[in-house]
């Protein structure tokens, strides 16, 4: 691990580097934030920053974000400080260290800040043949494309392909193509020279520069404007790059990984991508079974989940039953990996105390992947609405159950022993069957025309029904940020953004609860 402290930590810098350095940590020491920062543009490796609090921390959270480099800030400061606490957790410092450092606290703190969820958890038959040839093709220095439906697990196969390789012990530099704009992503990739653009105040190395003897994965790679593409196929070529504004070529040695959610020759022909980019990137493909085609693979997937947001939130482990994974087998599971570990964060904070059931398991979306269900009128009949006097936890529990209690009949229809086949794969994995959205479409009208679901929401804003959303259901989680954003599918930084803005409007937001804020 590599450690970077910036500031002198109240005069204890010295304890902090040795018990740092004990724990298997490499340390680099920056006296103030600009010197800070320097050495993060110059794409040394650190996985985490540890800063004075005397310091202007927000600045240097702020700047790491604007540039886009990844790493976690731990804030450092004497335990009386408790304002200069709140104020750099609020400017997004990930967790506070009170001085002088312990040794055990430091530790887990380092755990729990670098730690990465690629845990590889399979038992199907299809997934064990996928990871036979990952494990087959790793030690080579082919590229590989990486495919597979949105929440299959693409990037902990590209991790896994990595920990397999002869580059193991070399940096692992991945950047999501879908989420920089285009306008910036040339800069991420290459870097640029101080100068060479508005803006750029200075040098700052590339991903490629930065990935140098590793690998690079380039992440959702169908989404990389084509003038861009030509740039990228030039640099894999020969193996050299150029930065913006700069005077000469950087030789690199980089082992490409790519993914992508969609149908790429499809792209090819449709002239979004690069032909010659293609080939050069699919001399091995590793297609991802989505997670409806390996059924072996959600039990125990779902014990790994429960143990561990069990644990995540302090609370006692349970059992799932047998028909809460019935339940979860009869699902369609348009979200794949990425939707089943929602749905098990959420059952594990809402099931009762002895066991996770059936009626924890809140489900979304099409069950078009389900047998058809016997007549059941009692479970097929809507849940009453919930009266105006319910509280915010009951409003967001109904709401859970009102949105499945369709689903109830379908769960006790399930046959283990003749499970469905899987739905023909789509160039357009995130969007659903032809016959799954005329059967949403049904529904949808079906809704509005009974007076009920979504009629009630007509007339108000898209921007009213979501702050209302997010309200209540930080309500339910009892202020608890971390919770609410996992039950909302967002990030917990854009919820912070969405409820700092809420709060400027002059709304009242529920304080942080249970202390893991």
Known sequence: MQVLIVGGLGGQIGAASKIAMARGASVQLAESVTTALNILRAGNRIDVVMADITLDVAALIDAISQERINVPVVACGVGNDVNGAVNAIKAGAQEFIPLPPEADLIAAIFEAVTEES?????????????????????????????????????????????????????????????????????????????????????????????????????????????????????????????????????????????????????????????EDLYFRLNVVNLDIPSLRERPDDIPVLAEFFVKKYSEANDMPLRPISQLAIQRLLSHHWRGNVRELENTLHRAVLVAGPDEIGPEAILLTGSTASAPAPSPAPAATEPASPAPSTASPSSRASSAYANANAAYGAASSAYKPSAPSAPAPHSTEPDDTSSADANTDNVDAQNTVENGSGTSSLVGRTVAAVERDLIIDTLKHCFGNRTHAANILGISIRTLRNKLRQYTDDGLAVPAPGDGHD
């Open 118 to 274: 690629h845990a590889l958890i399979h038992r199907d038959p299809k997934m064990a043949e996928t990871l036979r040839l990952a494990t087959q093709v790793a030690k080579s220095s082919a590229s590989i494309l990486i495919t597979g439906e949105s929440g299959t697990g693409k990037e902990i196969i590209s991790r896994f392909v990595h920990r397999k390789s002869n580059r193991a012990d070399k940096p692992f530099v991945a950047v999501n193509c879908a989420a920089i704009p285009d306008n910036l992503l040339e800069s991420e990739l290459f870097g640029h020279e101080k100068g060479a653009f508005t803006g750029a105040q200075a040098r700052r190395i590339g991903k490629f520069e930065e990935a140098n003897n590793g690998t690079l994965l380039l992440d959702e790679i169908s989404e990389m404007d084509v003038r861009l593409q030509a740039k990228l196929l030039r640099a894999i070529q020969e193996k050299e790059i150029d930065r913006l504004g700069g005077k000469s070529p950087v030789k690199i040695d980089v082992r490409i990984l790519a993914t992508s959610n969609r149908n790429l020759e499809a792209e090819v022909n449709a002239g979004n991508f690069r």
